[in-house]
């Protein structure tokens, strides 16, 4: 089983890229209750503040949901502050049994953080990690890509 996925199975999205996607969603739909923001680790992304800010601007959407392992903790304190906004929900996936005693420690500092600025989260104990595998066919119809490409 691979963990780690090599660097041709990426794909990077500019900031403004993934904003104008959403842009264009939006001003189709009457509302969009919620945003997920899950992949990889959302506070590794060197422009999440920017990101964060810009969906939290646009109109007709309900609830941003940030999915994360919680041990990365940001530096910027403005990304702290952004994250308390009522309308953002943050997810912690603990694998703490899995962690190391490092990152079980920058967990515990990262939630004291999140209580410090009063960021509403969630810390779901149960949870396991599982690689889905990557984003090739899947025995979907032929039509499905046909509609939306292979």
């Known amino acids: 089983m691979r963990y780690m996925y090599e660097s041709k199975d990426n794909i990077d999205l500019t ?3 993934i904003l104008e996607d959403l ?3 939006v001003e189709v739909s ?3 209750s919620k945003v997920v923001i899950v992949g990889g680790e959302a506070f590794i992304h060197p422009k999440l503040y920017i990101i964060l800010k810009k969906i939290l601007e646009l109109p007709k959407i309900g609830l941003v949901h940030i999915i994360t392992n919680g041990t990365i ?3 910027n304190s403005d990304l702290f502050k952004l994250i308390s906004n009522k ?3 943050l997810e912690i996936s603990n694998y703490s049994k899995n962690l190391s005693k490092k990152l079980q420690d920058n967990m ?3 939630m004291l953080e999140l209580d410090k600025y009063n960021v509403n989260y ?3 104990n149960t949870l396991q990690w599982f690689d889905f595998g990557n984003f090739g ?3 979907y119809s032929k039509l499905l890509f046909e509609i939306c490409g292979d």
Do not use: N, V
């Open 23 to 25: 842009t264009k969603i």
């Open 87 to 89: 309308r953002i929900i």
């Open 30 to 32: 009457d509302l969009i």
């Open 73 to 75: 903790i940001p530096k």
């Open 122 to 124: 969630l810390c779901m």
């Open 108 to 110: 515990k500092k990262f």
């Open 137 to 139: 066919k899947r025995f």
């Open 15 to 17: 900031p403004e890229e």
